[in-house]
T-cell receptor
Framework: GENVEQHPSTLSVQEGDSAVIKCTYS??????FPWYKQELGKRPQLIID?????GEKKDQRIAVTLNKTAKHFSLHITETQPEDSAVYFC????????????FGSGTRLLVRP | DTAVSQTPKYLVTQMGNDKSIKCEQN?????MYWYKQDSKKFLKIMFS???????INETVPNRFSPKSPDKAHLNLHINSLELGDSAVYFC????????????FGNGTRLTVT
């Protein structure tokens, strides 16, 4: 069935280090993969997305890579800062009878000052 | 100037009651959604409407009834509330139902006692 798996569930890094979050998906037809950041008590907000016609996309300290053959994609945050601490969700657009965005289970990132 | 606004922000009610959550978007988007986020932070799609037409109806109890009077509004009515309905409910919108990012509202925290 439709599934997006996300790892790790929690991640603690020292300020300035890099953080990597990985996701796998089951639907080989998926072609859109957004990442959302949710701060405590707030709404999820889009931070970056990638479509299947590219393998990598970068926006300042954030980058996403996509391997369609292996059906996995990753979020990379470099030079982490305490304000990067939040829950991060990956998602994949699943296409069956309709299009729907299925979310991973989330990664709680803690950046230690 | 909130793009996706939902009310109320908090809702505390007793089991068996009926309640509604309202959502409005001023982004001119065609598609609107309801997502449920449980205590473990899982984000699960419930419903989606495209131009007032229901296009996604996940396995949600029929006590939950969405209604879209126009493409800028999507309301959620819940009958006979149960303890397990306690969660944060997020409304979201997107330009289309395909391949486009979601813009979330600030959420409605529902507590059923």
């Amino acid at each position: 069935g439709e599934n997006v798996e996300q790892h790790p569930s929690t991640l603690s890094v020292q300020e300035g280090d890099s953080a990597v979050i990985k996701c796998t998906y089951s639907d080989s037809a998926s072609n859109y993969f957004p990442w959302y950041k949710q701060e405590l008590g707030k709404r999820p907000q889009l931070i970056i997305d990638i479509r299947s016609n590219v393998g990598e996309k970068k926006d300042q300290r954030i980058a996403v890579t996509l391997n369609k053959t292996a059906k996995h994609f990753s979020l990379h945050i470099t030079e982490t800062q305490p304000e990067d601490s939040a829950v991060y969700f990956c998602a994949a657009l699943i296409m069956d009878s309709s299009y729907k965005l299925i979310f991973g289970s989330g990664t709680r990132l803690l950046v230690r000052p | 100037d909130t793009a996706v606004s939902q009310t109320p922000k908090y809702l505390v009610t007793q089991m068996g009651n009926d309640k509604s959550i309202k959502c409005e978007q001023n982004l001119g988007h065609d598609t609107m959604y309801w997502y449920k986020q449980d205590s473990k932070k899982f984000l699960k799609i419930m419903f989606s409407y495209n131009n007032k037409e229901l296009i996604i109806n996940e396995t949600v109890p029929n006590r939950f009834s969405p209604k879209s009077p126009d493409k800028a509004h999507l309301n959620l009515h819940i009958n006979s509330l149960e303890l397990g309905d306690s969660a944060v409910y997020f409304c979201a919108s997107s330009p289309s139902s395909y391949n486009s990012p979601l813009h979330f509202g600030n959420g409605t925290r529902l507590t059923v006692t």
